[in-house]
């Protein structure tokens, strides 16, 4: 474990109850050694903001109860008030201090939010995104061409109908009385006399501006989708590290104070989640996942973490650790 220059040390109140109870000189019967658990943590507490070393601890205990502790995972904080966290590039979660802040020292609650960004990560919801993306651009696009080659076609069709009836027009209307002409004429020689066919290019920006509303509906489709996977990822994953399930539903309540959250956007509307939410803890309770996670954490050791190359994140180890050095001299002495 390092201590990271970048972050400073943020004394909690936590800290400081800790070093009140340290620093007595009553004579108190001889405590437990700490296990190397509770020194690591306590170190982190120290060495850590106390927003990064809570977000440290819960990715630590999801990472160890999932077997997600085989990858590293960075974390960034964004100083915005926004209900918020997202997922991004290799393994980042960047969680905004609004959403830390509305959610109020509810844990379970900031485990399942973590947990949905990881599940973003393991499903490979970014590249599946950007591949699934393009070919819904290119099937858009084929849709386009073809369709102006229709409309084309169309247009083509009616100019020669036209003509034909233009044609015929002059010539019924040499033949025809006045009052003939003025009941059929409006419906049958209309588009001659008032509106001819739109240009192809009018038809051409009317396809491709319904192409493009029809391309960001699927779009939204598809990421609906992937944010159903990865909320359901995020219960497993909390609920396996062992925090509340109602956690979950607690972080969506926050969620659904927001404008816009009650229907379909890019995500699916809150209360859709929630029931989705409730529907997989029915099928997964959570008592069975928590003893899963149980033994793998006691099987495991606490993670450690460095400053990330990236400069701003505190990236989170692999079970292997982040030292190049360290395993160097592990494999081939010092
Ligand atoms: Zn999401």
Redesign the pocket.
Known sequence: MVIIPGFGITLSLGALLLSSVSTSSQAKPAKPRPTQADTSYQQAKKDLPNNMYVLYRVIDRVSRANDLDQRPWRIVLVPKYQLNA??DEANLIAVYTGIIDQLAGDSSALACIVG??MG?HTKRHIAINSEQQLALFEQAKLEVEQESRDAETQANVEDTTNNVIRNVGNNVLGNIDDNLLRNVGGSIFGGIFGGRSRSATERQQEIVAKKEAELADRIAAATRI??YE?DQQGYLYAARAGFEPEGCIRAMNVLNQLPGTTRDTS?PAVPKRIEALRTMMKKNPPQALAAEGKSKIAASKPLTYDRSEDGVSLRINSRNGGSFQDDLERQFGQ
Do not use: D, K, N, T
């Open positions: 997202f997922a949905h960004e973003h992937q944010e990865a995500h």
